[in-house]
Each structure stands twice: as structure tokens, then as C-alpha cells.
């Protein structure tokens, strides 16, 4: 097998990250299976020709229906808003396509379970968009501690701090709105704390949450406006149904605990994904914002030079890093992308499940799910509640 064919259904933001992926494989890894850009789906002729034209595809069709019939694409990637990960998925499973699927999965943990199951029962490949797991500084995060570098991990502390919809003006856009986004800042935010908390430390046990919505109503906008959307304070408004703000605590089945927060009004913050894990042996430190470094902390360091040192990762010796430039050339929010599709097209080669896969999906969603019935029923929430 040298190529897949792609299908991809939704073209704004993830639309374009994942385009730019696609082309951007063949270019830095020549030796990995070749994603083929068959055709790009949305809604809007207009707006779409415009996509295919500039991400590079060689057709579109503006019914995805008639996308997952089309007998000349293997794969269809979902970035549509999540309240059409479902249907499509298991209509392309259906179809024997394999799937790559934005975060969060599905609206709700059954539903995941749903198009896990089916595509399990497909038989077909399946992956989900965690893309920071593909950040260098993080697959070396992951690297030091199954080494044992950190030792015994006692605490991971976590934070996502966005502050794009602090205006009370910002508009109802379809993030806000439950019945499309499935929730706010939790499923946007936190479920890629969550993943992360579980790539690098293990599975929860329990969970403690807090919510809030600070801003009740906006004012009413197209559902498929984005994060630069401008509203205006006289339009009509409309109810806010989502978390602005999910904070919560827990205990991992490994003994560690960890804090989690997912925020859009934290102000000057635009997009602080960081985390900190620390351990018997030394501590981790992480920010998105400055993506190419890692803290690290070793408490075996000489008495005279303790203290957090910078490591760049950036070097021929960091995942990923030989594909791009020279060892200290920096790389960026896209390039997540680009490994993130790496495993995709590697998990064909080695025919194997990529990671992560509809199954951490789940387990994800079993997390969101538990926070939310916490918050609900203000207690602590064992996962196992959910099985
Ligand atoms: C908006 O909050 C957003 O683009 C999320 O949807 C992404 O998953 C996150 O990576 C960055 O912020």
C-alpha cells in the first residue's frame, strides 16, 4: 500500500490544520504512505470551491452522504462541528471507510460507545484528533517518565486557558450551543487535558468538578461562525447553554491526583495548554505557547546546579525532529498535525490501530461525562459509575 485516499467532511479551522498536514506529510516524511486529497465536503458551494482550491483538493461534494458512497476514498476525516461526528462516522464505517475524528468523539459517552462499536465491528482503521500528544517536548514529557526519569508520579496539574469569548458581546457561535458543541469549555478544552493527563500518567478513578457560566446570553449568530466571530451588543440574544469555565480535581488509579482547568475567560491568555507533572525523582513542565521547550527538574542533579533547566526539543534525538530542520530550528501548531497524520499513515503501514484511537475517545468521554454528573450531583464520581 503506498497511498490512501482521503475524504475530508467540514473545511474551517481543523479543515485547514488537517489539509496543511496532508500536504506537508509527503514533503518531510517521503518514506510514509502518501495521503491523497480526494475530495474536501461542506456545506456551502462557495465557500468550499474557495477550500478546495486553496488547501489543495482534487474535487468536493457538498453532501457528505454522497462523500462516504464514493468508491475512490479509504479514509474520511471528521472535522465537522461534533454534532455530526456520529451520523457520519457510522455511516462511513458502514461503508468499510476508515475514520479520523476531531475531539471531542461524540456529543456524549454513548454515543462514542456507539461509533466505537461500530467501527470495531467494520473492521476498519480509527483515529481521534489529540493532536498536542505530537508536540516533541510532550512525546519527550511521555519518554522521562516511562523511563522512571521523574520516578513515582504523585501529582499532575493541568490547565487550558483560552479568553476568546470574554466580551459579553462575542456571539452565540455553535461552541456556545450544547446541542451542537455537547458542551463548552470541558469538551473543547479539558478534553485535551484529559488525554494528555492520560498519555502521560495513566487511567482516572474518580473525579470532583465546578462549573460556571459567566455570560447567560449572546447575541445570536450563524452557527457555523468561528473563534473571530464579531457580535453586536443590539442583536437579539440567545441562550448560553455551555460551560464557559469547568474546573476539576482527581484521583488516577496509579495514586496520583490531579487539577484540571478549562477556561475561555482567562484574559491575555490565548491559548496556555500547560501541565505539570511532578514525581519522587524530579518534576515536568509544559506550555504550549512555548511548545518546542521542556522544563525538567532532577533531584539527583549536583546540590549546586539544582533547578528547572530549559531543554529545547528540537534535536535529531527528539520524536519527529529529523523529518523537519536543523537541530534548534523551532516548529509549530501545525506541525502536530502533520505527526498526528504520520501515525495515521504508519498505522496502515504496520496495519495496526493508530494512537489515539476511537478507545481512548471513549475513555476520554467516560472522564467528560463523570465530570459533568459531579457536577450535577455535587460529588465525587467514580468512573466506574459509567461502565
Ligand atoms: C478553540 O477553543 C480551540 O481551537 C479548540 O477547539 C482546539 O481543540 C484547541 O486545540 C485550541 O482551541
Same mark, same amino acid.
Request: proline fraction near 4%.
Given at each position: 500500500?503506498?497511498?490512501?485516499?482521503?475524504?475530508?467532511?467540514?473545511?474551517?479551522?481543523?479543515?485547514?490544520?488537517?489539509?496543511?498536514?496532508? =500536504?506537508?506529510?509527503?514533503?518531510? *516524511?517521503?518514506?510514509?504512505?502518501?495521503?491523497?486529497?480526494?475530495?474536501?465536503?461542506?456545506?456551502?458551494? !462557495?465557500?468550499?470551491?474557495?477550500?478546495?482550491?486553496?488547501?489543495?483538493?482534487?474535487?468536493?461534494?457538498?453532501?457528505?452522504?454522497?462523500?462516504?458512497?464514493?468508491?475512490?476514498?479509504?479514509?474520511?476525516?471528521?472535522?465537522?462541528?461534533?454534532?455530526?461526528?456520529? !451520523?457520519?462516522?457510522?455511516?462511513?464505517?458502514?461503508?468499510?471507510?476508515?475514520?479520523? #475524528?476531531?475531539?471531542?468523539?461524540?456529543?456524549?459517552?454513548?454515543?462514542?460507545?456507539?461509533?466505537?462499536?461500530? $467501527?470495531?465491528?467494520?473492521?476498519?482503521?480509527?483515529?481521534?484528533?489529540?493532536?498536542?500528544?505530537?508536540?516533541?517536548?510532550?512525546?519527550?514529557?511521555?519518554?522521562?517518565?516511562?523511563?522512571?526519569?521523574?520516578?513515582?508520579?504523585?501529582?499532575?496539574?493541568?490547565?487550558?486557558?483560552?479568553?476568546?469569548?470574554?466580551?459579553?458581546?462575542?456571539?452565540?457561535?455553535?461552541?456556545?450551543?450544547? !446541542?451542537? $458543541?455537547?458542551?463548552?469549555?470541558?469538551?473543547?478544552?479539558?478534553?485535551?487535558?484529559?488525554?494528555?493527563? =492520560?498519555?502521560?500518567?495513566?487511567?482516572?478513578?474518580?473525579?470532583?468538578?465546578?462549573?460556571?457560566?459567566?455570560?447567560?446570553?449572546?447575541?445570536?449568530?450563524?452557527?457555523?461562525?468561528?473563534?473571530?466571530?464579531?457580535?453586536?451588543?443590539?442583536?437579539?440574544?440567545?441562550?448560553?447553554?455551555?460551560?464557559?469555565?469547568?474546573?476539576?480535581?482527581?484521583?488516577?488509579?496509579?495514586?496520583?491526583?490531579?487539577?484540571? !482547568?478549562?477556561? @475561555?475567560?482567562?484574559?491575555?491568555? =490565548? #491559548?496556555?495548554?500547560?501541565? &505539570?507533572?511532578?514525581?519522587?525523582?524530579?518534576?515536568?513542565? *509544559?506550555?504550549?505557547?512555548?511548545?518546542?521547550?521542556?522544563?525538567?527538574?532532577?533531584?539527583?542533579?549536583?546540590?549546586?546546579?539544582?533547578?528547572?533547566?530549559?531543554?529545547?526539543?528540537?534535536?535529531?534525538?527528539?520524536?519527529?525532529?529529523?523529518?523537519?530542520?536543523? $537541530?534548534? %530550528?523551532?516548529?509549530?501548531? &501545525? %506541525?502536530?498535525?502533520? %505527526?498526528?497524520?504520520?501515525?495515521?499513515?504508519?498505522? *496502515?503501514?504496520?496495519?495496526?490501530?493508530?494512537?489515539?484511537?476511537?478507545?481512548?475517545?471513549?475513555? #476520554?468521554?467516560?472522564?467528560?461525562?463523570?465530570?459533568? @454528573?459531579?457536577?450535577?450531583?455535587?460529588?465525587?464520581?467514580?468512573?466506574?459509575?459509567?461502565?
Amino acid at each position: 500500500m503506498d497511498k490512501i485516499r482521503v475524504g475530508m467532511v467540514g473545511y474551517k479551522f481543523m479543515g485547514k490544520a488537517h489539509s496543511n498536514a496532508y =500536504r506537508a506529510l509527503p514533503m518531510f *516524511f517521503p518514506d510514509s504512505i502518501k495521503p491523497e486529497m480526494k475530495a474536501i465536503c461542506g456545506r456551502d458551494p !462557495e465557500g468550499l470551491e474557495k477550500a478546495r482550491v486553496q488547501f489543495g483538493w482534487e474535487s468536493s461534494e457538498t453532501d457528505w452522504k454522497k462523500l462516504v458512497a464514493r468508491d475512490d476514498i479509504d479514509l474520511i476525516d471528521i472535522n465537522a462541528p461534533s454534532d455530526a461526528h456520529k !451520523e457520519i462516522a457510522l455511516a462511513a464505517a458502514a461503508a468499510g471507510k476508515h475514520l479520523f #475524528c476531531e475531539k471531542p468523539l461524540a456529543l456524549t459517552l454513548k454515543d462514542s460507545r456507539e461509533m466505537l462499536e461500530a $467501527a470495531e465491528k467494520a473492521g476498519v482503521k480509527h483515529m481521534v484528533g489529540f493532536n498536542y500528544r505530537f508536540a516533541p517536548a510532550v512525546q519527550l514529557a511521555k519518554k522521562l517518565v516511562e523511563d522512571g526519569r521523574i520516578g513515582k508520579v504523585y501529582h499532575f496539574r493541568s490547565v487550558f486557558l483560552q479568553d476568546w469569548i470574554i466580551d459579553p458581546n462575542f456571539p452565540l457561535v455553535w461552541r456556545l450551543q450544547k !446541542e451542537i $458543541a455537547g458542551s463548552g469549555s470541558h469538551g473543547d478544552l479539558g478534553a485535551h487535558l484529559i488525554d494528555m493527563a =492520560r498519555f502521560l500518567v495513566g487511567e482516572f478513578n474518580e473525579v470532583m468538578g465546578m462549573s460556571e457560566t459567566f455570560i447567560k446570553e449572546r447575541p445570536i449568530a450563524s452557527a457555523m461562525t468561528g473563534l473571530s466571530a464579531k457580535g453586536s451588543a443590539d442583536a437579539p440574544r440567545g441562550e448560553v447553554t455551555v460551560d464557559d469555565a469547568t474546573l476539576f480535581m482527581t484521583r488516577f488509579e496509579n495514586g496520583a491526583l490531579g487539577s484540571f !482547568e478549562a477556561t @475561555r475567560f482567562a484574559a491575555g491568555h =490565548r #491559548c496556555t495548554n500547560s501541565f &505539570e507533572i511532578n514525581g519522587s525523582k524530579g518534576s515536568i513542565k *509544559f506550555d504550549f505557547e512555548r511548545m518546542n521547550e521542556l522544563q525538567v527538574y532532577f533531584t539527583d542533579d549536583a546540590e549546586d546546579v539544582q533547578g528547572f533547566r530549559r531543554v529545547l526539543a528540537t534535536d535529531p534525538a527528539h520524536a519527529y525532529m529529523d523529518a523537519w530542520w536543523p $537541530a534548534g %530550528h523551532t516548529i509549530g501548531y &501545525e %506541525h502536530t498535525f502533520t %505527526h498526528e497524520i504520520h501515525e495515521l499513515m504508519q498505522a *496502515f503501514a504496520e496495519d495496526r490501530q493508530p494512537v489515539p484511537n476511537f478507545v481512548d475517545g471513549v475513555k #476520554c468521554q467516560e472522564v467528560l461525562e463523570a465530570v459533568e @454528573r459531579s457536577i450535577e450531583e455535587r460529588r465525587w464520581v467514580s468512573i466506574n459509575e459509567l461502565a
